[in-house]
C-alpha cells in the first residue's frame, strides 16, 4: 500500500523478520558509485528536473542501477524505456514521498 493512503488510513507499515528476507536486500549497504557523465537529451533531463521539484538534479550519471542519491541521478543508458521510464518516476515518487 503507498504509504500516503496508510497515513490516512491509519495502517502501519509491516517488515519482513529478518529470517524470512532474502538475503540481497541489505538496507546498509551503500548504493554503487558511478563517475561516468550521461549525456541525456536537453528535454528529457529538463522535464525530469522539473517533475523532482523541490528536489534538484544537478548531474546524471552512468550506473548499473537507478539511483536518486543527494543531488546526483544514477541512470543505465542515456535512451530510456517506458519500462524505465516508470521506474524512474517510481523512484522520484519514492524520495519526494520522504520529504
Do not use: C
Not at 532474502?22 to 554503487?32: C, F, G, L, M, Y
Request: no cysteine.
Amino acid at each position: 500500500m503507498h504509504p500516503r493512503y496508510a497515513a490516512i488510513f491509519g495502517i502501519e507499515n509491516l517488515e519482513l523478520n529478518q529470517h524470512y528476507r532474502p538475503n540481497n536486500t541489505n538496507a546498509t549497504s551503500a548504493p554503487i558509485q558511478s563517475t561516468e557523465p550521461l549525456t541525456l537529451n536537453k528535454q528529457l533531463f529538463t522535464d525530469i528536473k522539473l517533475s523532482a521539484q523541490p528536489m534538484v538534479i544537478n548531474s546524471v550519471l552512468k550506473g548499473s542501477e537507478m539511483q536518486l542519491t543527494d543531488d546526483k541521478l544514477t541512470l543505465p543508458t542515456e535512451q530510456l524505456s517506458a519500462n524505465d521510464k516508470r521506474a524512474l518516476w517510481a523512484l522520484m515518487s519514492k524520495h519526494l514521498d520522504k520529504l
